[in-house]
Structure formats: structure tokens, C-alpha cells
């Protein structure tokens, strides 16, 4: 459906016949003519030979007034009326579609230090008059396009003269209305001088009906005299009542006083909606997984009239590697006929260049267990050669490490193939450690800075203590008791309510309660619960779960049941109760109907429906290809049942819901798995005990699951290099263009909780670059000293974010590694794909040109400039007549009517004092 645009309305006032507009044939218009003709000497025949004894004056007078009785007919039947007519002028429009794919966190251009292709869209739209000289002719319309089949509306900018044009409406305005209030005294001098005539004829016929009485000779003439007066008079008086609606007889006549004029004029005119953008290089971000040129293209044709649509300038780097074909999108323009100007960055040529994709090793190891390094390299130009891959190795702190650990000679494949290396290493000294991957011996890479990457790792000689928590011995409990107990990196503890004394249980030790003390509740590392009774325990308990939770970064994973949180979660004043539900990430239901929405014993599975969050959450993925892990999440059949609750807190994120669509209310389906910070911990909620059935698919699934479920619970933990607190990140590995949210616990120098207004991160990128963001105090959180903030991963690589605390003194840095990485299909073809958009431009009578990476082959313009001077203006006019003056028309038949009425009223009389028939 085409949307609405903007339009521009002058309104004029129009006069006519519509009997007359609605003939058609020359015949129908010389019939009329010929007719009213004859009609006319016919009745003039007549009258002449009926009044052939009476004076010449008398019968001049019967005559006037036949005559002015049918012409008054004729007026009737040919229908004058009144309109408001508008001329409608719809301004000519322009579309920039501007690529948003991760491909656009590319360089530029194949200079070392180039900038990304979406920082140099920004760059044209921000710096230079680009965009404004397009708003000079055209109302902009500016989208963004990736992954989605939809566009999204970026900005949108009005004509730079509608603000002019708008100005010079209001004159015009002013001068009609100006006109109106000018032309009223004529028009009632005009009602002043009808009136008088009008008088002046009553006047007439009276004397002409006592000048038989006194004996005068010109008695005949008085009654020509009066006729034609009455007549002229009716006429001018009744024809100004009728154009001047708004005023009554009196008040043109000047016996009332007339109504005041509302100046409407001097309202201010509504401009056009303009949503402008201030900051491009804060908005354009390059986060979708994949392009879609074609369907953006489709999209844009079917939002706007192409009738008015002057030009799509779209700003890409040609890489279609999703949605309907380029060629497909050309043809639907070309049909149209909208011209398509595509402007495309980066370079055309491939870049001579190998790089680390991706560097993949475990945060936490283990002294004696060998673990595995994965390294993704991927080359473009360099097919044939070959490379060394070192590992480098160090304690954290060396930059880069310095002793080569282990190298592998890898021959670079086809170009933009993606190309896994893995190393098995053994574990150094206990403590934190770096490890950083090196590549040599390849010659002529024109980017050598993306060489080398590094990462943190730990050596730690104790295991991972997990407690878990019980109100039964659920199937779920026993396969993740079963699990771990297995684990060689995990020591867990087992806390059964409902288990007897002497009971066997596969743990490392069986507790009867919950720890009361702070040594030895702060030596687990995870406590995951299985529908606990909480009420069970003391409030002293509950309260140093929630210290270990929020202070000493611990990791929860709550699993809920419909035995005992919907008992518990019911009760009002009990402070256990209420620091229980504070852990959760949605709010529990204490009253009503909400839990009775929940289901107990279904009898059909449903499968998980993942939020975006969900999606990109690592731990969360059950193989290592994120592609593959959907694929078996859409394998496993689902779970029955789910607790219900009401919604997310803030700060939370859901990552799945029940997808059952009988349980949706106003389309919002159950949460079924969401997860949240609380203080320096982490918070896990799963809406049933039901991931042992991913055991049906795999066991080797369900292993997944809960392992990478409890390391990401336990990262707080591991990431405490520092007294002084904490410093988190949501999502250690995340896609080019995702927002990473940034958690920080901190203290000040006595260990107080710190209460600066705000603190400065510092982003590190790859290439030394750093970047400042901003944490705040968050409020609402259960412990002070906790800061929030954000930023947006722009381009791929290893990034370290950085927390300074102290003085010179006493310094301590905290840290954070983060990955950010580029999906396999955008990085398939890193160069400019100039052939298909030469082609578009081509079918679609455009121009190709340059944004960067002018290297390629010669276009018809290079410089975006020059495209505005190419780009045909498309403004559509449209008359629109308006519907008839139903005052005007109404006047208008009364004025007949008095003037039908009078003249055979009068010419009755005359005949009759004449002796006529």
C-alpha cells in the first residue's frame, strides 16, 4: 500500500454551468443555442401581436417580463453553482536505502588505516551537503535494510522550500482573504445601489397607477420605467444576497452590524512532519546478519507512489546475499519507472589480506587437562600461499606474550573460505594467562594489523563448586546431579529436602541445609534450584544467599515447579518471600488467576520460541555452529508445561517463551527462559524441569546445555581480578552491530560501596583505539555501587573493556574481553560487488557512482554529488473540484423564485388592467 505524502492545496473560488460542463457534441451545444433562440422570437412573435393596440411602452413592458421569466428558467435549468476548487500539488520524492549489513563494518577502501564503509555513508551524510541538495528538490525519505525483509524508517526530511513554499500559501491566504474583506463594501455599495433602484421602481409603479387618475401622458412609460427597474434591482440585490452567504439582507443593507471574520490566516500553518537525524554516525550501525538489496528495493516501491518517486539512491556495497535477486528488483523499478541510483562502498577489487576471524579457547582451565584452541582464518587474494599460525603464550599483563608455544602451517584456500584451526595445549602455571595467535609469512597483506589477536584465560587449580537445591527428586535434578557429578572440572553438592538420612547420592557431599555461615555458602561458585521450598530455610539464610548473589558474584539458576513456588510466592509480609522473588527476572504472581495460567500435565510438547536475545546468547547454543544449534532446537519436540508468571522486570531479558498459541494473551506469549543481573551475580530462570528431554535428540544436547549454562552462571566468579569489585559484560562474544550490556559492582578504597554520579570505561580495540563508556549508578538493584551502561560493537575483532580504579597508588585495572564477530555469510565476498549494481542502474535508467574505493572501473559519476543534478524532479499537480456552495445554491433558488414570482406577478397585473387574457 502506497503512502500518503505530503501535499501543497491552493483553493479558488469557480463559477459555472454544470449543465453546460456535463454536455458533450457540438450538436447537443448547437440544439441549446438554436432552441433558446427560437423560444425567444417566438414568445417576442407573440407578445408583439397580443399588445399590437396597447401603448408601445406597455407592451415593451409585458415583454421584459416574459422574457425575464423564461431567462430566469434557463438560468435554473443550466444549474449556475459555486465551488471551492483546490489545486493539489504533491511534491516530488527521493529515497536513500542505505545498507546496514554487518558486511558494512568492512574497510572502505584497501588503505591500512581505512575507515569502515558505514562510517563513510555517515560521513557523506553528516559532513557534506549531500543529502541537504537532494532536500532541495525532493521530500527524502531515508531507510536502513539488512537481514529483515521490511525496511525501517531512519529519517525523513521535507522539501528545503517547503518551508518557503509554506510562507508564501499563507500569502496567498492572506491576499484571499484580504481580497474577500476588499470586495465587500463594493459588493454592498452594489446591494446599496440595487435597493435604491429596487425603491425606486415601487415608486414608479405606484405613480403609473394614479397617473390615469391625474390624466397623464406618459402613464405607459412609467410602467416601462418601473419594470425595468424592479427588475435591475431584484437582480443586483438578490445577486450580491447570494454571493455574500455569511450576510443577511439587513446586515448588507447595513441595519445590523455584520459578523465578525474569524483570520484564519494568521494560524500558524502546520508543517510538513520532519523526523531529522542529528547524528548518523551514532545511528547507522552495521548489525544484520545479511543484505537484502532486492526485497529493500521492493519494499521502497511499494511504500511510495511511483507516479511522484524521482529516484532510490541506495548506498551499498552490492553484497545480495539473501532475498528476491537484484535482476528481480531492477525489473520491478524498470515497470515502475523508477530510477535506481546505486552508490556503492568499499573496494571493488579483492584485498590482498588474511586475517584472524575468530579465536576461540575455554576462560577457565584446569592444571593436567589438555584444552583446545580454535582458530578461524579466512584470506582474499593470497590463494596458493601459505602461512604460519603461532601461538603465543604469557602471563596476563604481556602484550603481546612472547614465547611461541606451538605453530601450524596452514595453505590459504579459495578466497572469503573460512578455514578452522585447532591446537590441543597444555595448561602453564597456575594463574591468569594470555594467549595471543600470530600469523607469519604473508607476504604482500595489505592489513597486517589483523595478524594478531590475544585472549585471557585462567589456570586454576580448584574445581567449580556447584550446590544443588531440591524440593524433590525431579527428573530434572537427577540427570543434572548425574551430569556433573561426572564432570571432572565440577565438585557438587546436593541438597534434597525431601531426602532421608542415609540416602545415596551421587555428589561430592550431601547437606541436610542451607550453609549459615559466610565461609561456606561463598564456596560455591553456582547454586542451582529445583523448586525449592525457600520457606524452609531462615530468613538469616536467605539473606546470605543474597549477599553471595549480589556481592561475591555468585551464579543462580532457578528451575521452576508447580509444587512449591506457587505456594510460597503467595505470601505478603514474609521478608524470606520477598528476597526470593527479587532474585527472579520476571515478576511472580502472588494473587489471581495468574498461576492458574500456567499448565501441570500437559499432554503435548511445544517447542521454544527464542526472542532475538535468546538467539544470540552463546550459552544458549547447543553446537558450535550457531546455524546448526537453531536447526536443533527446531528438532527438539518442547516441553509441556511452564509456570506462569506475569512479565520481565526491567533490565531483564527474555530469551524464550512457550510458544503454545492457545496460551497467548493480547499476543504475548508465556516466558519461558530469561535471565537478569543481580548486583555482581547472574540470575537464570526456566519456566519447567523439563531440559532432560533434549536427551531424546542427543544426550550429548542436554550435556550442552547445562554446562554452558553453569560456566555462564559462574564467569562473575572467575572475573574477579580485583578487591575492589566486579566488571561484567552480557555477552562476551557477540555480532557486529548487537548492544553489549556493561555491569560493574564496585567499592571505593575502605570497601564501601562507591558512590561516584559515574565512572569511564575504556573500549580497546584491535588497533589500540579507545573508546570511553559511560557507566552510571543503576537504581532499583539490591546492592549500592552498581553501575550500568552500553555500547555497540562496531567492527570485528578482539576488544578489551577496561575499568580503572585508584590512584597512582594503588591502582587496579578491571577487565573484560570481549569477541565481536562477523557471520560467515558477510564475509564471503569482502569486496564491492560493482557488476550487479552497474546492472540495476542500468534497467532501471539510473547512475552508478563511487562512495569509496574508487580503484574500480570508470562509472558515468563518480562523486554522489553529481547524482542530484541527475535525478529528475517528479512534482504531480491535481485539480480537485470541490462540492457546490449548498448556501450559495440555496440563496440562488430563492433569488429565482422572487424573480420568476415577481415578473409574472406583475405582468398578470398589467394584462389585467389592460384587458388582456
Keep these: 500500500m502506497n503512502e500518503p505524502t505530503s501535499e501543497n492545496a491552493t483553493e479558488q473560488i469557480v463559477y459555472q454551468f454544470e449543465r453546460l460542463v456535463s454536455l458533450t457534441g457540438w450538436w447537443t451545444w448547437?440544439?441549446?443555442v438554436v432552441g433558446s433562440i427560437l423560444l425567444l422570437l417566438v414568445i417576442a412573435r407573440l407578445y408583439r401581436r397580443d399588445t399590437a393596440e396597447l401603448p408601445r411602452a406597455t407592451g415593451l413592458a409585458l415583454l421584459i417580463l416574459r422574457l425575464s421569466a423564461i431567462v430566469a428558467l434557463m438560468f435554473f435549468f443550466l444549474n449556475f453553482e459555486r465551488r471551492a476548487q483546490q489545486q493539489v500539488v504533491r511534491p516530488s520524492e527521493a529515497v536513500v536505502l542505505i545498507d546496514t549489513s554487518q558486511s558494512m563494518s568492512l574497510p572502505a577502501d584497501q588503505a591500512p588505516d581505512s575507515q569502515a564503509r558505514i562510517a563513510a555513508v555517515a560521513n557523506l551524510l553528516q559532513d557534506t551537503p549531500w543529502l541537504d541538495s537532494v532536500a532541495a528538490e525532493h521530500r527524502v525519505a531515508v531507510y536502513g535494510f539488512d537481514d529483515s525483509t521490511e525496511i525501517r524508517e531512519l529519517a525523513s526530511i521535507a522539501k528545503a522550500e517547503s518551508s518557503t513554499d509554506a510562507t508564501e500559501q499563507g500569502e496567498e491566504d492572506v491576499d484571499s482573504a484580504n481580497a474577500t474583506t476588499a470586495r465587500r463594501p463594493a459588493l454592498v455599495r452594489i446591494a446599496f445601489v440595487g435597493a435604491a433602484v429596487l425603491g425606486f421602481g415601487l415608486l414608479s409603479l405606484l405613480a403609473s397607477g394614479i397617473a390615469p387618475l391625474l390624466h397623464w401622458r406618459w402613464a405607459s412609460g412609467l410602467i416601462l420605467a418601473s419594470t425595468i427597474s424592479l427588475l435591475l434591482g431584484t437582480v443586483l440585490l438578490t445577486s450580491v444576497w447570494s454571493i455574500e452567504t455569511s450576510l443577511s439582507f439587513r446586515q448588507l443593507l447595513g441595519f445590523a452590524a455584520p459578523p465578525v471574520d474569524v483570520d484564519e490566516t494568521t494560524e500558524s500553518l502546520e508543517s510538513e512532519k520532519t523526523q531529522e537525524v542529528k547524528d548518523w554516525r551514532n545511528t547507522l550501525i552495521a548489525s544484520g546478519a545479511s543484505s537484502r538489496i532486492?526485497?529493500?528495493?521492493?519494499?521502497?516501491?511499494?511504500?511510495?507512489?511511483?507516479?511522484?518517486?524521482?529516484?532510490?539512491?541506495?548506498?551499498?556495497?552490492?553484497?545480495?546475499?539473501?532475498?528476491?535477486?537484484?535482476?528481480?528488483?531492477?525489473?520491478?523499478?524498470?515497470?515502475?519507472?523508477?530510477?535506481?541510483?546505486?552508490?556503492?562502498?568499499?573496494?571493488?577489487?579483492?584485498?590482498?589480506?588474511?586475517?584472524?576471524?575468530?579465536?576461540?579457547?575455554?576462560?577457565?582451565?584446569?592444571?593436567?587437562?589438555?584444552?583446545?584452541?580454535?582458530?578461524?582464518?579466512?584470506?582474499?587474494?593470497?590463494?596458493?600461499?601459505?602461512?604460519?599460525?603461532?601461538?603465543?603464550?604469557?602471563?596476563?599483563?604481556?602484550?603481546?606474550?612472547?614465547?611461541?608455544?606451538?605453530?601450524?602451517?596452514?595453505?590459504?584456500?579459495?578466497?572469503?573460505?573460512?578455514?578452522?584451526?585447532?591446537?590441543?595445549?597444555?595448561?602453564?602455571?597456575?594463574?591468569?594467562?594470555?594467549?595471543?595467535?600470530?600469523?607469519?609469512?604473508?607476504?604482500?597483506?595489505?592489513?597486517?594489523?589483523?595478524?594478531?589477536?590475544d585472549a585471557r584465560y585462567e589456570v586454576v587449580a580448584r574445581k567449580v563448586r556447584v550446590l544443588l537445591i531440591a524440593g524433590g527428586p525431579t527428573r530434572e535434578y537427577r540427570f543434572v546431579r548425574n551430569l556433573l557429578h561426572r564432570d571432572r572440572e565440577v565438585s557438587v553438592d546436593v541438597l534434597l529436602q525431601t531426602g532421608q538420612e542415609g540416602m545415596s547420592q551421587e555428589a561430592s557431599e550431601i547437606l541436610t541445609e542451607l550453609p549459615s555461615s559466610a565461609e561456606e555458602l561463598f564456596e560455591y561458585d553456582a547454586i542451582v534450584a529445583f523448586d525449592p521450598d525457600w520457606m524452609a530455610f531462615e530468613a538469616a539464610q536467605i539473606e546470605l544467599l543474597d549477599r553471595w548473589l549480589s556481592d561475591m558474584s555468585g551464579g543462580l539458576i532457578l528451575v521452576a515447579g508447580p509444587v512449591h513456588l506457587p505456594e510460597w510466592s503467595r505470601l505478603r509480609g514474609d521478608v524470606r518471600a520477598t528476597t526470593i522473588k527479587g532474585f527472579f527476572p520476571v515478576s511472580l504472581a502472588g494473587r489471581g488467576p495468574i498461576f492458574d495460567s500456567g499448565r501441570v500435565g500437559g499432554t503435548t510438547p511445544w517447542p521454544l520460541r527464542f526472542t532475538p536475545d535468546g538467539q544470540r546468547s552463546e550459552f544458549l547454543s547447543l553446537t558450535d555452529n550457531p546455524a546448526d544449534s537453531a536447526s536443533v532446537w527446531e528438532e527438539f519436540?518442547?516441553?509441556?508445561?511452564?509456570?506462569?508468571?506475569?512479565?520481565?522486570?526491567?533490565?531483564?531479558?527474555?530469551?524464550?517463551?512457550?510458544?503454545?498459541?492457545?496460551?497467548?494473551?493480547?499476543?504475548?506469549?508465556?516466558?519461558?527462559?530469561?535471565?537478569?543481573?543481580?548486583?555482581?551475580?547472574?540470575?537464570?530462570?526456566?519456566?519447567?524441569g523439563e531440559m532432560w528431554r533434549l536427551r531424546a535428540v542427543s544426550d550429548s544436547y542436554f550435556e550442552t546445555y547445562y554446562t554452558k549454562l553453569i560456566r555462564w552462571a559462574t564467569e562473575g566468579r572467575l572475573l574477579r581480578d580485583s578487591t575492589r569489585g566486579v566488571l561484567l559484560v552480557d555477552k562476551p562474544r557477540a555480532m557486529v552491530g548487537e548492544t553489549i550490556a556493561v555491569r560493574a559492582v564496585l567499592t571505593d578504597a575502605q570497601f564501601r560501596p562507591l558512590t561516584e554520579p559515574r565512572v569511564?570505561?575504556?573500549?580497546?580495540?584491535?588497533?589500540?583505539?579507545?573508546?570511553?563508556?559511560?557507566?552510571?549508578?543503576?537504581?532499583?538493584?539490591?546492592?549500592?555501587?552498581?553501575?550500568?551502561?552500553?555500547?555497540?560493537?562496531?567492527?570485528?575483532?578482539?576488544?578489551?573493556?577496561?575499568?580503572?580504579?585508584?590512584?597512582?597508588?594503588?591502582?587496579?585495572?578491571?577487565?573484560?574481553?570481549?569477541?565481536?564477530?562477523?557471520?560467515?555469510?558477510?564475509?564471503?565476498?569482502?569486496?564491492?560487488?560493482?557488476?550487479?549494481?552497474?546492472?540495476?542502474?542500468?534497467?532501471?535508467?539510473?547512475?552508478?557512482?563511487?562512495?569509496?574505493?574508487?580503484?574500480?572501473?570508470?562509472?558515468?559519476?563518480?562523486?554522489?554529488?553529481?547524482?542530484?543534478?541527475?535525478?529528475?524532479?517528479?512534482?504531480?499537480?491535481?485539480?480537485?473540484?470541490?462540492?457546490?456552495?449548498r448556501d450559495f445554491h440555496r440563496r440562488r433558488n430563492a433569488s429565482l423564485l422572487w424573480l420568476i414570482g415577481g415578473a409574472l406577478t406583475l405582468e398578470w397585473l398589467l394584462r389585467r388592467l389592460n384587458r388582456l387574457a
Design 30 to 32: 448547437a440544439a441549446i
Design 294 to 453: 532486492g526485497d529493500a528495493v521492493r519494499s521502497v516501491l511499494g511504500r511510495h507512489d511511483p507516479s511522484t518517486l524521482a529516484g532510490i539512491l541506495l548506498m551499498t556495497d552490492g553484497q545480495n546475499n539473501a532475498g528476491i535477486p537484484i535482476d528481480d528488483a531492477a525489473a520491478f523499478a524498470a515497470r515502475d519507472g523508477v530510477p535506481v541510483y546505486p552508490i556503492g562502498f568499499g573496494s571493488p577489487k579483492p584485498p590482498v589480506n588474511v586475517r584472524i576471524v575468530d579465536l576461540d579457547l575455554p576462560r577457565r582451565v584446569y592444571p593436567g587437562d589438555k584444552f583446545a584452541l580454535s582458530v578461524v582464518l579466512q584470506a582474499s587474494g593470497m590463494m596458493g600461499k601459505k602461512v604460519d599460525v603461532e601461538i603465543l603464550e604469557g602471563p596476563d599483563g604481556e602484550s603481546p606474550p612472547s614465547e611461541i608455544i606451538d605453530t601450524k602451517t596452514v595453505l590459504l584456500d579459495e578466497d572469503g573460505k573460512l578455514s578452522g584451526i585447532r591446537f590441543d595445549l597444555d595448561p602453564p602455571s597456575i594463574g591468569a594467562r594470555k594467549l595471543a595467535v600470530r600469523l607469519r609469512g604473508a607476504a604482500g597483506d595489505q592489513r597486517p594489523e589483523d595478524n594478531v589477536r
Design 637 to 688: 519436540s518442547g516441553v509441556y508445561d511452564f509456570v506462569g508468571v506475569k512479565d520481565a522486570k526491567p533490565g531483564a531479558k527474555v530469551l524464550a517463551y512457550f510458544s503454545d498459541p492457545t496460551t497467548s494473551i493480547d499476543q504475548r506469549f508465556p516466558i519461558y527462559l530469561a535471565s537478569q543481573f543481580y548486583g555482581s551475580g547472574r540470575v537464570f530462570f526456566q519456566g519447567s
Design 760 to 885: 569511564t570505561a575504556e573500549l580497546v580495540s584491535p588497533s589500540g583505539a579507545k573508546q570511553e563508556v559511560i557507566l552510571r549508578p543503576l537504581e532499583g538493584q539490591p546492592r549500592p555501587g552498581t553501575y550500568g551502561g552500553q555500547f555497540v560493537a562496531r567492527q570485528s575483532g578482539g576488544f578489551e573493556l577496561q575499568l580503572l580504579l585508584g590512584d597512582a597508588l594503588d591502582e587496579q585495572i578491571l577487565r573484560q574481553p570481549v569477541q565481536i564477530l562477523l557471520p560467515t555469510l558477510e564475509l564471503e565476498r569482502p569486496q564491492r560487488g560493482d557488476e550487479p549494481l552497474m546492472a540495476l542502474a542500468s534497467a532501471t535508467g539510473g547512475l552508478f557512482a563511487e562512495g569509496s574505493g574508487s580503484e574500480g572501473p570508470r562509472s558515468e559519476t563518480r562523486n554522489p554529488l553529481d547524482l542530484v543534478d541527475a535525478i529528475e524532479p517528479r512534482p504531480q499537480t491535481t485539480i480537485l473540484p470541490g462540492t457546490p456552495d
